[in-house]
């Protein structure tokens, strides 16, 4: 099992800045991809960005250059540094990890932008 300890969530401001970050544990032999992805209220969850074992990088088109994702595979940990955020940022942000075969999901973190 993996377990997955989000942190970093809350209320800011639109144009302000947040650092969500992502700390895996448990049996953890090798993290193949790291990532996040959120879920606003009545809509489905949607890739923000993910970043595999080689440091490569993916992210949402209408989220690139404002998102940065970054992992420390010593530490098994992903960070989201988000920059200036909108109102439409808003959801809850969901951790994500791929372990060969196996996904796993964080519990969620609320980021709210307020305008």
């Known amino acids: 099992q993996v377990q997955l300890v989000e942190s970093g969530g809350g209320l800011v401001q639109a144009g302000e800045s947040l650092r969500l970050s992502c700390a895996a544990s448990?049996?953890?032999?090798?993290?193949?991809?790291m990532g996040w992805y959120r879920q606003a209220p009545g809509k489905q969850r949607e890739l923000v960005a993910t970043?595999?074992?080689?440091?490569?990088?993916n992210y949402a088109y209408s989220l690139k250059g404002r998102f940065t994702i970054s992992r420390d595979n010593a530490k098994n940990t992903v960070d989201l540094q988000m920059n200036s955020l909108k109102p439409e940022d808003t959801a809850v942000y969901y951790c994500?990890?791929?372990?060969?075969?196996?996904?796993?999901w964080g519990q969620g973190t609320q980021v709210t932008v307020s305008s």
């Open positions: 994500y990890v791929r372990v060969r075969a196996y996904s796993y």
């Open positions: 448990g049996s953890i032999f090798s993290i193949n991809v």
């Open positions: 970043i595999p074992s080689d440091g490569s990088t």
